[in-house]
């Protein structure tokens, strides 16, 4: 059985810990942490779990001392990805596997994070950082077979097709950005959903892991939306591979006829391209915390 530590307990860390001790799969906790306070022993209860998600602050930060075997990464992402990457190659380097939802160390480090994988041959999975509960890299690993993957085109951020949806049929921005908020699909701070930063990282991952790259956020051109964005627009990750390899993230004019645009306002999905086998396109109506933390589960459950 899988020990796991939980690092972050906010909506995902505890829709996962729900998960668990609903369906019980091969894995359990035996530490949690979040920015107030850490909780371990080999030994842990469900209601020692939800004592520690309701009082994180009367569980003092120490030495971590009980053992486990995979670390998931389900803290805010940080502003460079330094410290996630940081975290992982410890973490590799002392035998533990990784589990993420975070996106920041693998949209800026990559190549750091690869290479501590393959020195230490420990796995990191990742689905859940790209579109939350869609499985993107899972369904191409266990049902493509090895047909390489020639392009991508996904819907990967929803707060911002939301409000652009919403401001389409007639909504402001103000108010299509306060129903997304009351929805709990929005963070409280959205700008990185806005800017495009968000669906940039999501980019970088997807060129690197579908495409064989080794880009870094900083290496790439991104926008995001504008109070005044144009009807029929999302914002949308295109890439193109090949000898001509190129990726786009940013609001995007589409035909009345694209499948894209009649999709609920909350949908998330993509359209995978192969070479050799006909393309997949794969969509789930909704995408919150739930959903993500079973993306999460199931790469848990994989390693
Ligand atoms: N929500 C989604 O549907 C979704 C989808 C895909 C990916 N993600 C990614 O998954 C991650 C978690 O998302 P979320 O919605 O659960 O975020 P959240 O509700 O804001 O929770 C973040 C958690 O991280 C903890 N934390 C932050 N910095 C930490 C540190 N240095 N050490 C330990 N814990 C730390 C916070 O601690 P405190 O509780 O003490 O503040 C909090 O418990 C994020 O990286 C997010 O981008 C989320």
């Known amino acids: 059985m899988k020990r796991l530590f939980i690092a972050g307990t906010g909506n995902v860390g505890r829709n996962l ?14 530490a949690m942490e979040n920015r107030r306070g850490l909780i371990q022993s080999p030994h842990m209860t469900a209601t020692d ?11 003092p930060k120490g030495e971590v001392e009980v053992d486990y075997d995979v670390y998931v990464d389900l803290r805010t992402a940080s502003l460079n990805g330094r410290i996630e990457m940081e975290t992982y190659r410890q973490q590799m380097e002392s035998g533990k ?21 393959r020195s230490t041959e420990k796995p990191i999975l990742y689905e859940a950082t790209v579109a939350g509960g869609l499985p993107i890299f899972s369904m191409i690993r266990h049902s493509a077979g090895y047909f390489p993957v020639t392009s991508f085109r996904g819907i990967v951020n929803l ?6 949806k919403k401001m389409a049929s007639g909504s402001s921005f103000e108010s299509a950005a306060m129903e997304a908020t009351k929805l709990g699909i929005a963070e409280t701070n959205m700008d990185d959903d806005l800017s495009g930063k968000d669906s940039a990282r999501k980019a970088v991952i997807l060129g690197n892991s579908l495409f064989g790259k080794n880009l870094r956020l900083s290496g790439i051109d991104f926008s995001g ?45 993509a359209e995978i391209g192969f070479m050799g086998r006909a393309g997949i ?3 789930e109506v909704f995408d919150g915390p739930l959903e ?3 993306a999460v589960l199931s790469d848990i459950i994989e390693i």
């Not at 707060?159 to 652009?164: E, G, H, V």
């Open 49 to 59: 779990q939800e004592m520690f998600l309701l009082h994180p602050e009367r569980y």
């Open 97 to 117: 596997s990784i589990v993420t939802a975070n996106k920041s160390g693998l949209a800026n480090y990559w190549p750091e994070i690869m290479a501590a994988s």
């Open 281 to 283: 396109s794969i969509s």
């Open 225 to 269: 939306i504008r109070r005044d964005s144009i009807s029929n627009g999302m914002l949308l990750v295109i890439i193109e591979g090949g000898d001509h390899f190129s990726l786009r993230s940013g609001v995007v004019e589409l035909n009345d006829s694209d499948p894209f645009l009649s999709m609920k306002p909350t949908a998330m999905a």
């Open 292 to 294: 993500t933390a079973s």
């Open 159 to 164: 707060t911002a097709n939301f409000i652009l």
């Open 17 to 30: 810990v729900g998960l668990i001790n609903e369906y019980k799969p091969d894995a359990r906790v035996v």
